[in-house]
């Protein structure tokens, strides 16, 4: 039974972990949202989106890494125990830039 407990336990520290942002899925923005701009604003917002996405997604590899220790060490994923958690930063911001390349490509941006 203690067993059990300790596996059950185990589990549930693992299924909390922060995950890698290249296995975090995009949300879905509607491109309508940058189809009032032009070319050269959609180039701009996308290296400004691109740079936030590196930022957050750095911040998530930390995060995740921290839980990865804290669940070795102590058995509590740390970073996504005390906010460090960006998965919904990274999914969004996957998100907007995914929207914005097909605006681009819609409006035949170079």
């Known amino acids: 039974m203690q067993g ?3 596996a059950a336990v185990a589990l549930a520290a ?3 972990c922060a995950k890698r942002p290249d ?3 995009p949300v879905d923005i509607p491109m ?3 189809s009032n701009q032009s070319c050269p604003s959609l180039a701009q917002e996308l290296i400004k989106e691109q740079q936030n996405l ?3 997604s750095k911040a998530q590899n930390s995060a995740a890494t921290g839980d990865a220790f804290g ?3 102590i058995g509590v ?3 996504s125990a005390f906010g460090g958690d960006k998965e919904g930063q990274v999914a969004v ?3 907007k830039v995914q929207a914005i390349q097909l605006s681009m490509k819609s409006k035949g941006c170079k």
Do not use: D, E, M, N
């Open 54 to 56: 590196a930022a957050i």
């Open 77 to 79: 994923p740390t970073s």
């Open 32 to 34: 309508s949202a940058y």
């Open 71 to 73: 669940v070795f060490l």
């Open 4 to 6: 059990f407990i300790i």
């Open 93 to 95: 911001a996957k998100g």
């Open 23 to 25: 296995a975090i899925v």
């Open 14 to 16: 693992l299924s909390s």
